[in-house]
């Protein structure tokens, strides 16, 4: 990868839904586009089997995350490219920032599987549009659901993003 290896650890034996040269592809890629945050050294990715739940989850002070293997990559919410993206996001947030972390994660992860061609336009435009919710991101006390940061939030950084690529 860029500046960088990004290391799949895995038990003997287990099966990468994706596919391994697929999810090594997508990964790649990932990298070269996410030009964010923490860039270089080496990401460490647990591919973990069943028993382990479905999903994810990182810990990007050491720039490693736990994926299930049969996490899929023609997903809109591709675990395994929102987990990637958690790796870069080395910063810090005030406590009313703190939407923007599962937020950026989400809609980097949807619009990294659209411009990888693994789902359409339409998949990650229904995936970040979502119900009208009153929730103030800043304010999670106003959250009637806990995933207001990765409906609202990703919808409010698709705005963002749309703004900026359309000016610049």
Request: aromatic fraction near 8%.
């Amino acid at each position: 990868a860029v500046d960088g290896t990004i290391r799949i650890v895995s038990p003997a034996g287990t099966e990468f839904g994706p596919g391994e040269d697929a999810l090594a592809s997508a990964l790649g890629d990932a990298a070269d586009r996410l030009d964010v945050g923490d860039r270089g050294d080496e990401v460490v990715l647990f591919a973990l089997g069943s028993p382990a739940r479905r999903g994810g989850e990182s810990f990007p002070v050491y720039d490693e995350a736990w994926v299930n293997a049969d996490a899929p990559l023609e997903d809109p919410n591709s675990v395994w490219l929102h987990e990637y993206v958690h790796t870069r996001q080395d910063f810090r947030l005030a406590p009313e920032m703190r939407w923007f972390r599962e937020a950026s994660a989400e809609y980097y992860a949807a619009r990294l599987a659209y411009e990888q061609d693994r789902i359409s336009r339409a998949a990650m435009e229904e995936h970040i549009g979502g119900s009208p919710t009153t929730a103030a991101l800043t304010a999670p006390e106003s959250w009637e659901d806990p995933h207001a940061p990765y409906t609202k939030g990703a919808r409010v950084l698709a705005l963002v993003d749309r703004k900026i690529r359309l000016s610049t």
